[in-house]
């Protein structure tokens, strides 16, 4: 087993800077991506070579393991090119992150033979299991398992059963994407390319030392007491939240970009306008966009912000701040939803034609703004009972 040699890390500038780079070639394969339902191996290969995918990986194995706000900003730069691949970065580095928080063995198990391997996940424990000597027995079917094209391992929700078979716990297992299944289940309005299929275990065996539990981790318990790494301290559930929205701030920059420039060529039909920069209530709505936008980067970056400040200073946040990064996203990701819905009724009927990457950006965020856990509604019912102090909180997921 070869573990990589811990080099610097580069900086989120660098790497932000190496995906600019290849942000063209990632527009010019999305809509082949959204066609064959998962995301080109050759803009897998270009965002590995960029090492878009080396964030939230553990520097001993040649990750980069920057802070939170890094997998945001990198999974936004790779949005404004393309809503799915984005989408697929940030599972994937939020995966690794996961990951990380598993046993050292656990993590040699995933990185020491292959520095390069991306992990996907589903955290929801839709399976069975079985104690055994060493570890568990495990069948299931986990829908919707994002990057599963791509993925070397898979962080997956498992019951924790005892030898009687009773459920004790609620886990997760990794497990070596050699020993899942795939089922094509992935057929959607949007986020196409994301991959998201259902990944499948027939009595699988999986070692205790790639098993953790999930309630301690919500509290900040991990394997690892006290890592190196400050991104290995950072909170559970907000963590794995907050992610989700890093794309959606790409696809809102992009939409805005592309409206903004192509208004002092177009026009609008049946007025007197000659193009759409004339008219004050074009400026109007571009303005509502535009800070709609702001807004939802204002709010990610104080979450990522706050997450990271913890994790440096060794200190697990309180409920009402975890509360509140829950509430952030689901903020976030409306007022881009609204943003583009804005825009989209802005630049015109066109926007739906289907050679106008405006459509797919507006499928792309409407798709990945219903996952649950950035549900606005919900977080906005789990930061009031936070504020208030509550003990009929709806869910353990805070």
Not at 51 to 76: C, D, N, T, W
Not at 272 to 280: G, K, L, N
Request: charged letters at 20%; proline letters at 5%; one cysteine or more.
């Amino acid at each position: 087993m070869t573990i990589a040699t811990e080099q610097p890390a580069p900086t989120t500038e660098a790497v932000l800077a190496r995906i600019r780079e290849i942000q063209p070639l990632l527009a010019k394969n999305a809509a082949q991506g959204e066609a064959d339902r998962r995301v080109t191996e050759e803009s897998i290969t270009a965002l590995t070579d960029a090492g878009a995918f080396k964030i939230a990986q553990p520097r001993r194995y040649g990750g980069y393991g920057l802070p939170v706000r890094s997998m945001l900003e990198v999974s936004a730069a790779v949005g404004e090119a393309d809503g799915g691949t984005a989408w697929v970065v940030a599972l994937s580095n939020v995966c690794a992150w996961l990951a990380g928080l598993f046993s050292e063995q656990a993590q040699d198990d995933v990185w020491g033979a292959n520095p390069d391997a991306k992990v996907s996940g589903v955290l929801a424990p839709t399976a069975e299991t079985t104690k055994v000597d060493g570890g568990y027995r495990v069948t299931g079917r986990w829908y919707y398992n994002s990057g599963s094209w791509h993925a070397d391992w898979a962080g997956v929700g498992i019951p924790l059963t005892d030898a009687r078979g009773e459920v004790v716990d609620q886990g997760m297992a990794l497990i070596p994407r050699t020993d899942l299944g795939l089922e094509e289940t992935w057929f959607v309005a949007g986020m196409r390319s994301s991959g998201s299929n259902c990944l499948v275990a027939q009595d699988v065996f999986v070692p205790e030392h790639r098993v953790m539990s999930v309630p301690p981790a919500i509290a900040g318990q991990y394997a690892t007491a006290d890592p190196e790494e400050d991104l290995y301290r950072a909170a559970f559930v907000p963590v794995l939240a907050l992610v989700l929205a890093g794309p959606q701030l790409g696809l809102g920059r992009a939409a805005l970009a592309m409206v903004r420039e192509k208004a002092a060529r177009k026009a609008i039909s049946y007025t007197a306008y000659t193009t759409q920069a004339e008219s004050a209530a074009f400026q109007l709505q571009l303005a509502e966009a535009a800070m709609r936008i702001d807004t939802a980067h204002l709010h990610v970056f104080r979450a990522a912000d706050d997450l990271d400040t913890a994790a440096a200073n060794r200190t697990y946040p309180g409920t009402e701040l975890r509360a509140r990064v829950r509430v952030d996203t689901g903020w976030a990701v409306e007022n881009i939803t609204k943003a583009i819905d804005i825009l989209l009724s802005a630049h015109g009927a066109g926007s739906f034609a289907d050679a106008n990457p405006l459509q797919r950006m507006w499928r792309d965020s409407a798709v990945a703004a219903r996952h649950a856990i950035v549900l606005p509604a919900v977080g906005y019912e789990i930061y009031g009972k936070a504020l208030l102090g509550r003990d009929d909180q709806i869910t353990p997921l805070v």
